[in-house]
């Protein structure tokens, strides 16, 4: 059960990146350059949460969200066409700041 979920993780960010880098979000708001640091999916795959990085300003991340949680239709409209599960998770994205909290702390 581990590895099937693992594998389908991989399989949304490989498809979330694609579409993102390939410009079929028109958002301006969504940066080209952003890191996904990690995903979580609940056990029944119907909700998934995607942690994305990214350098800029607050105001700028604050967008970036936006942006991408505005997407997020036509995001899980690729992911259904393209990764065959009995139900498309809902998507959000989330801000993870540990990496900044860490060199804070350094």
Not at 28 to 47: A, G, M, N
Not at 86 to 97: K, M
Request: hydrophobic share 40%.
């Amino acid at each position: 059960m581990k590895y099937r979920q693992e594998r389908i993780k991989k399989l949304i960010i490989q498809e979330i990146m694609k579409a993102v880098t390939n410009g079929v979000i028109k958002d301006p708001r969504v940066p080209k350059i952003f890191t996904i640091t990690h995903l979580t999916i609940s056990k029944d795959y119907h909700y998934c949460h995607i942690y994305i990085s990214m350098i800029g300003s607050n105001s700028e991340k604050k967008n970036a969200i936006i942006g991408l949680n505005s997407a997020k239709g036509i995001l899980q409209g690729i992911i259904a066409d393209n990764i065959k599960l009995r139900y498309t998770p809902l998507i959000e994205f989330r801000y993870d700041d540990k990496a900044e909290k860490a060199f804070n702390v350094d």
